[in-house]
């Protein structure tokens, strides 16, 4: 069974600032996803970004980007410049490819406050 | 471009009630839908997915359980609520075929008092 660890539960950071989030993971599986969802206070999860683990290249979308390091089985987010809109519990999760359960598991997840 | 809705936001009923949850999706056909549960300060936890009409698969075996009726109808039931039961649900669906992401719903609030 895969295991996803998110060891910071809470963390706080400047308005501006750039702030990085971290995730281990557990798997003995060679092809999978990785993503990072945001939960804001209205506690709809929204896709952050996604990373698929045959790819080499660290995925970005805007101020947000990850390292995925395989070997270490690790995947951070950092985000950029970041702004009060950023505020929400951040979420990694894993998915084993596997035709029509593509299951998501999650990690506990990271509470991200930026002060203005 | 797709929605998904679920009603209702948010629900109290007793413990020993039944219950019914619905999700549709809006804006594609034949997705994989799914039901999460985050309990108080977790991270979410399958309970069911659904590749089909009329097919369902269960994670986790609790006294809830799922159908899906329609090709972008999911719901999720139970004859008799426990206090254990009460949580964030959350519905999601998948393109069947292509990318792996999953889209959420707004969610359901339940609380079983």
């Known amino acids: 069974a895969q295991t996803v660890t998110q060891s910071q539960p809470e963390m706080s950071v400047q308005e501006a600032e750039t702030v990085t989030l971290s995730c281990t993971y557990d798997?003995?599986?060679?092809?999978?996803?990785l993503f990072w969802y945001k939960q804001p206070p209205s506690r709809q999860m929204i896709l952050v970004i996604r990373?698929?683990?045959?790819?080499?290249q660290n995925a970005t979308e805007n101020r947000f980007s990850v390292n995925f390091q395989k070997a270490a089985k690790s995947f951070s987010l950092k985000i950029s410049d970041s702004q009060l809109g950023d505020t929400a519990m951040y979420f990694c999760?894993?998915?084993?490819?596997?035709?029509?359960?593509?299951?998501?598991?999650f990690g506990t997840g990271t509470r991200l406050t930026i002060i203005p | 471009s797709q929605t998904i809705h679920q009603w209702p936001a948010t629900l109290v009923q007793p413990v020993g009630s039944p219950l019914s949850l619905e999700c549709t999706v809006e804006?594609?056909?034949?997705?994989?839908l799914y039901w999460y549960r985050q309990a108080a300060g977790r991270g979410l936890q399958l309970l069911f997915y659904?590749?089909?009409?009329?097919?369902i698969s269960s994670e986790v075996p609790q006294n809830l359980s799922a159908s899906r009726p329609q090709d972008r109808q999911f719901i999720l039931s139970s004859k008799k609520l426990l206090l254990s039961d009460s949580g964030f649900y959350l519905c999601?669906?998948?393109?069947?075929?292509?990318?792996?992401?999953?889209?959420f719903g707004p969610g359901t609030r339940l609380t079983v008092t």
């Open positions: 999601a669906w998948k393109s069947p075929g292509g990318t792996y992401e999953q889209y």
């Open positions: 798997t003995s599986e060679s092809n999978y996803y």
């Open positions: 990373q698929e683990a045959y790819k080499q």
């Open positions: 999760a894993f998915m084993k490819l596997y035709f029509g359960n593509e299951k998501l598991t």
């Open positions: 804006g594609t056909s034949n997705p994989n």
């Open positions: 659904s590749v089909g009409i009329g097919q």
